[in-house]
């Protein structure tokens, strides 16, 4: 839809039907999780490649909220969801979560982001450079949901801040090809461990029995940022 708003825009504009003193537009859509890993990733990624000059702003719930917590792509292994739950079978959402950042970098579009609003700073940096720049650019923003994840909604900024402080959701950003991180992670470890005992869906990753998964979800993040600290070392930003 935004990307027939765009093009109508552009369209009018270049018949003379709309006053050329007009400040210029950016366009903007917003979706969840769901709409955006899943449902709706291929017109997503259609709008990235044909370059459509708006912003997409995804807010990652980790799952479909508005249905009820059913588990969506951006679901983290072993986390509970009310179609992936803890019990005898299966101990949470049995698969990793898709990297859709990474993935809407692979479009080489001009800017794509992860932000997170417990660092409003990073998020506000972010979102400026995002209608700054022409053609379409991507945030993927972290988005707590006290009533699914299971937390005290007073607490969401400090369990947002530490999925960022436990490299379990990065800060960082690649603006035309060039990879920047914006907040090194630190007591990876130990910020991951509280940040799963402060909700109901990852309690049970504590367990003793379930050690050895708290310890493979452990292991990607150390992966995940391996790999940004190459992407980062390799095609660094000057600026």
């Given at each position: 839809m935004i990307s027939g708003v765009e093009a109508?825009?552009?369209?009018?504009?270049?018949k003379g039907k709309l006053n050329d003193k007009q400040k210029k537009i950016k366009f903007l859509a917003v979706g969840g999780d769901g709409a955006t890993?899943?449902?709706?990733?291929?017109?997503l990624s259609g709008a990235l490649e044909r370059g459509?000059?708006?912003?997409?702003?995804?807010?990652d719930n980790e799952g479909y909220m508005n249905t009820?917590?059913?588990?969506?792509?951006?679901t983290p292994k072993s986390f509970a969801t009310n179609t992936s739950p803890v019990g005898e079978e299966i101990i949470g959402k049995i698969q990793h979560r898709k990297n859709l950042t990474k993935i809407i970098a692979a479009h080489d579009i001009p800017y794509?982001?992860?932000?997170?609003?417990?660092?409003?700073?990073?998020?506000?940096?972010?979102?400026?450079?995002?209608?700054?720049?022409?053609?379409?650019?991507?945030i993927n923003c972290f988005s707590v949901c006290p009533t699914n994840w299971k937390f005290p909604a007073e607490k969401g900024l400090e369990v947002g801040k530490l999925a960022s402080d436990s490299g379990f959701w990065p800060l960082f950003e690649v603006d035309h090809g060039k990879w920047k991180i914006n907040s090194k992670s630190r007591n990876t470890d130990e910020n991951f461990e509280k940040f799963c005992s402060m909700q109901g869906?990852?309690?049970?990753?504590?367990?003793?029995?379930?050690a050895d998964i708290?310890?493979?979800?452990?292991?990607?993040?150390?992966e995940d940022?391996?790999?940004?600290?190459?992407?980062?070392?390799?095609?660094?930003?000057?600026?």
């Open positions: 109508a825009w552009k369209s009018l504009k270049k890993y899943d449902i709706g990733f291929q017109w459509h000059d708006f912003v997409y702003i995804c807010f009820g917590y059913q588990r969506s792509g951006s794509v982001a992860n932000a997170n609003p417990a660092n409003f700073a990073d998020l506000m940096k972010k979102a400026h450079r995002a209608f700054e720049v022409k053609g379409p650019a991507f869906r990852t309690k049970h990753l504590l367990k003793p029995e379930n708290l310890q493979e979800l452990k292991d990607k993040i150390k940022t391996e790999y940004l600290e190459k992407m980062a070392g390799s095609f660094p930003m000057t600026k």
